[in-house]
């Protein structure tokens, strides 16, 4: 988009809010939002955290349909306002591969993964996950499969998070 979020953004002080458009946006330390997580057992924080995700491709995917249709359901005008948005919310340093029949995203500097103590169980980066849903349904104009395939947090030697975003296909479902 031709204008960043951070210019975008209302900063209502008087109303206690900070607005893109109808959007309402918060602001929460990593570590906080994502302790959440760490103080529950193991079934319930994999409940929490899908929870986390599915909610995330509800309303952030909403968000993302928003520019996709200001940006006149560019593609690749859309993964470029995704790297910078990202960016601007505190989400890390995005960077997509394209392929025919894959998306590839590597995060590097992933609140989500920075936030949660370390080692977790398995990877935490769930919004992230629930954002790609949404975004790869646009790109692939189908329903798609995402999986964080390494996450930071969960794998002791790795410096970014990877995503792999893929379309189901009929024979697939």
Known sequence: MSQSLRNRMTW????????????????IRNDVLMGIF????????????????????????????????????????????????????????????????????????????AGHPKPSAGPVCHPIVGMLRTVGELVFDNRVEVRETQCCCHEVHADVCRFSIAAVHPENP
């Open 12 to 27: 209502d002080t008087d109303n206690g809010q900070i607005l893109d458009d109808t959007r309402r946006y918060v602001i």
């Open 38 to 113: 760490s103080r529950l057992d193991a079934s319930s924080a994999a409940q929490a955290l899908a929870a986390f995700e599915n909610s995330v491709m509800q309303s952030g995917g909403q968000s993302a349909r928003a520019y996709f249709n200001a940006l006149g359901n560019d593609v690749n005008k859309l993964l470029d306002t995704m790297v910078a948005f990202s960016a601007e919310l505190g989400w890390g340093v995005w960077s997509f591969s394209r392929t025919a029949a894959a998306l590839e995203l590597t995060v590097r500097n992933s609140p989500f993964a």
